[in-house]
Structure formats: structure tokens, C-alpha cells
Nanobody, 122 residues
Framework: VQLQASGGGLVQAGDSLRLSCAAS????????MGWFRQAPGKEREFVAR????????YYADSVKDRFTISKDNAKNTMYLQMNSLKPEDTAVYYC????????????????WGQGTQVTVSS
């Protein structure tokens, strides 16, 4: 599976963005998917994950009730709707896929997209 993240940009606090992760390959439906982010000088951290069926969404506490992950298997695309953005959400956002269910650690993911920059100004 090859992944390409897009949709990042520069927004103000309180604004919304929707990230997309387009996947190539016929086996997209077989993978659980996740979003991670990495701010300068910090480790890559888990944001959200979703099952291969597009169910069982799970979020980091820092984004719960603000972000929504979804997956459209017909379009081979995963999304991350980000609302009420905060300056601390500023990071490069990565999408990733895994055959592991319930994975929240970067090392548990097999394939990664190239990342898209999200910058939230105060």
C-alpha cells in the first residue's frame, strides 16, 4: 500500500481542516489505518485510528471530541476532520496503515505517507 497525505495548511485557532490520505493498491480494505503527528523537536504521536471496515474509531485524549477519523473504502481514502484547531495541534500529520488491530504506536504501523504540514496560529 502506498499512501499520500494532503489537506494541510495554515489556519487560525478555532478553524477547521480536513486531511485526506489516498491509498493505492487493491488491499486498502485489508488495512487498519491511523493518523499520527510530529511537532518540531517532539516524537511522533498517535492521533486517531480506524479499523479496516471503517469502524471502531479511537482517538488520543488531546483530540477527542474535536477530530473525526473516517475511511471510504470505495474511494481508497481516509480522512481526518479537524475542528476547533489549537496552536498545539501544529505538526506534520502522517497517515499510516497496519495489519495490527488496535495499534497506537508508530512501530506497529507498516506503511506511511509522506506527511502534510498543519500550522495553527493563535
Amino acid at each position: 500500500v502506498q499512501l499520500q497525505a494532503s489537506g494541510g495548511g495554515l489556519v487560525q485557532a478555532g478553524d477547521s481542516l480536513r486531511l485526506s490520505c489516498a491509498a493505492s493498491g487493491r488491499t486498502f480494505t485489508a488495512y487498519n489505518m491511523g493518523w499520527f503527528r510530529q511537532a518540531p523537536g517532539k516524537e511522533r504521536e498517535f492521533v486517531a485510528r480506524i479499523s479496516w471496515r471503517g469502524g471502531s474509531p479511537y482517538y488520543a485524549d488531546s483530540v477527542k471530541d474535536r477530530f473525526t477519523i473516517s475511511k471510504d473504502n470505495a474511494k481508497n481514502t481516509m480522512y481526518l476532520q479537524m475542528n476547533s484547531l489549537k496552536p498545539e495541534d501544529t505538526a506534520v500529520y502522517y497517515c499510516a496503515s497496519t495489519t495490527n488491530f488496535g495499534a497506537t504506536m508508530p512501530r506497529q504501523y507498516n506503511y506511511w505517507g509522506q506527511g502534510t504540514q498543519v500550522t495553527v496560529s493563535s
